[in-house]
Nanobody, 123 residues
Framework: QVQLVESGGGLVQAGGSLRLSCVVS????????MGWFRQAPGKEREFVGG???????TYGDSVKGRFTTSRDNAKNTVYLQMNSLKPEDTAIYYC?????????????????WGQGTQVTVSS
């Protein structure tokens, strides 16, 4: 069984930074494309960023230039570095794994999900 566990969320002031981590266990991490999503109260789940098996990345328009995702296959971990945080970045952040080569931007195309970690940005 594949398990994803996020960590690193918390409360930060606007303009600050956080780094989220997601550890994957249960199968070969390098065989998955990984994605990051977020969901704020009353809103749909939003694509934040994705990373392919080979390390290629893409980002949602609202976070381009501020967020960066990376992966360490030796540690079975994917990261989301979030800089220049804004109050509108406040949400629960989820990592997800897709048994594909390339990342996907649609939540339904991911096979496994973490439990989420809360990020709150104060103004």
């Amino acid at each position: 069984q594949v398990q994803l566990v996020e960590s690193g969320g918390g409360l930060v002031q606007a303009g600050g930074s956080l780094r989220l981590s997601c550890v994957v266990s249960g199968r070969t991490f390098s065989s998955y494309a990984m994605g990051w999503f977020r969901q704020a109260p009353g809103k749909e789940r939003e694509f934040v960023g994705g990373i392919s098996r080979s390390g290629g990345t893409t980002y949602g328009d609202s976070v381009k230039g501020r967020f960066t995702t990376s992966r360490d296959n030796a540690k079975n971990t994917v990261y989301l570095q979030m800089n220049s945080l804004k109050p509108e970045d406040t949400a629960i952040y989820y990592c997800a794994a897709a048994n594909t080569y390339y990342y996907r931007t649609t939540p339904a195309l991911y096979d496994y999900w973490g439990q989420g970690t809360q990020v709150t940005v104060s103004s």
